[in-house]
Every structure is written in C-alpha cells, then in structure tokens.
C-alpha cells in the first residue's frame, strides 16, 4: 500500500507538470512564438495558449515600447571638434518571428546599430549643426536605424539626442563669439535708431523753418518743461529780436575783419608816417659895425 500509495503521489506531480508546461497565458502585450520539435510553427497570443508537453517550446516576445538609452559617444565633428553625446532610442517589435529566428538578442543588435549610427551621422555634421539643427538629425539617425532593424521585426519610430558636451576651451570661445554678436546686433539696432531719429529732426526742422512763430512755440514750450522740473535753475529768457540782431552782426564781422585799414585784422598795414620838417633858422640882427657877418669864421 505504501508503494502505491508513493506511486500515486509521483504520477499527481507528474501531471501537475505536464499541465503546468502544456498551459500557458499570454497577456494582450506578449505574444509567443512556437517551436515544435526545434521548427517554427506560428506565432499565438495573447490568452490561453496549449502546448504538448516536452515537444513544443515557447518564447514570449514582449510587443511594448522599449526604451533604449544609447552611452555616450566620443564624436569627432566635421569641423574636428571633439564631442560626448549621448542619445535615446524608441522602438518596438511589429514581427516577433523575425525577431526571434533572424537576430539572436534584437536587444544588444539594436544598441549596437544604434551606437555605430550615432557616431556616424554626428562624424558628418559640424558643431553648429549639431546644436541647433537636432530636429533633422533625428530624423536622419532614426531613418538610418529603421532600414537597418526592419528585417529583423523591429520597427524604431524615435531617435532623439539628449546631451552634447564639448570642451571647456570651446565653451569659452562659444561664450565669446555669442557675446561678440549681441554687441553687434546692440550697435546696429542703436545706429538705425540714431539714423531715424536724425530724419525726423531733419523733417522737424524743416517744417520748423517755414514758420518762425513755431520755433518760438518750441522755445516757450521748452521754457514750460524746464520750469516743470524741481530743480535750482534759473532761466532767463532772451527776446529772439536780439538774437536775431547779433546774428546779422555776426554775419557782418567777417566782412569788417577782412579789411585792410582794420587793426583787428593781421594783415593790416599801417599808414607810413612822413618824416620831420627841418628846422628854421633864426632871423639875422645887425650887432654894430664890427660883428661879423653870418658865415664868418668867430674870432
């Protein structure tokens, strides 16, 4: 009785294990790929799935998104400049067959073929292109990808590159250079704003000139914001009559200093001053008989 009894036992474990290798439940992302006698059969799931036992072998394949995240790659750009980047990589399995019977890991191939894209594309492109051109990149790296894990069932639908790091002697030149072009774009913006502001004065003037009462407006005006102000200036107003007279009296000094009778003017001459008149002689008087006559020599 104990030996059938020990019998008994074995053949209830036996079954549990047929049945347990025989069933199998699938979730609605899993699906399975059957192998009977070492030959593909087909591919079931998801669900219940019933397999004979010790003849036909199943390998689950996993039809979610996988998130790949690719290390980073020492690039060398076009314009050789030294770089570490570093990638993620989004695909999914659309053929669990292929998947299984054409590549042995799709995992590590993808990471691979990922790698090798990366440090391929970003070799061709310069740095420039690489930081503010991302957008077409991806879409290369991730077209370049695609065609080289489709016949393995793998469908890659996003590349997108994380991080770029550069030198940091380059980090400075980059600095440098950014704030060499703001400085130029803040001269350009103030030149055309200075060369505006100068039509407008120009315009302003003009109509300005046609009538002399408005330049007496502005100048009241003037008058009325200065005295606006909390301020200590003192402000004396000068009639524009008097202005107006010595400006023409400053039009008319060149005229005046350009003479040549002018003292004020260097190249004035003065007038040649006549030499003196000799002197006349005293008259002659008589002094008697015996005085000599002019000429003679004094005793």
Partial sequence: MEVLGALVVILAIFVLVVLFSAIKILREYERGVIFRLGRLIDMKGPGLILLIPFIDRMVKIDLRTVTLNIPPQEVITRDNVPTSVNAVCYFRVVDPNRAITDVENYLIATSQIAQTSLRAVLGKAELDEILAERERLNESLQKIIDEQTEPWGVKVTTVEIKDVEIPEQMQRAMARQAEAERERRAKIINSEGEYQAAEKLTQAADIISRNPASLQLRYL???????????????????????????????????????????????????????????????????????????????
Avoid: C
Wanted: no cysteine; proline share 22%.
């Fill in 221 to 299: 005006q003037t008058l009325l914001e200065i005295s606006g102000n909390q301020n200590s200036t003192v402000i004396f107003p000068l009639p524009m009559d008097l202005i107006s007279a010595f400006q023409d009296g400053m039009k008319s000094l060149p005229s005046v200093m350009g003479r040549t009778d002018n003292p004020a003017n260097p190249d004035y001459v003065a007038p040649a001053t006549p030499p003196p008149a000799p002197a006349a002689a005293p008259p002659y008087e008589s002094q008697g008989p015996d005085a000599p006559a002019p000429g003679d020599p004094q005793p």
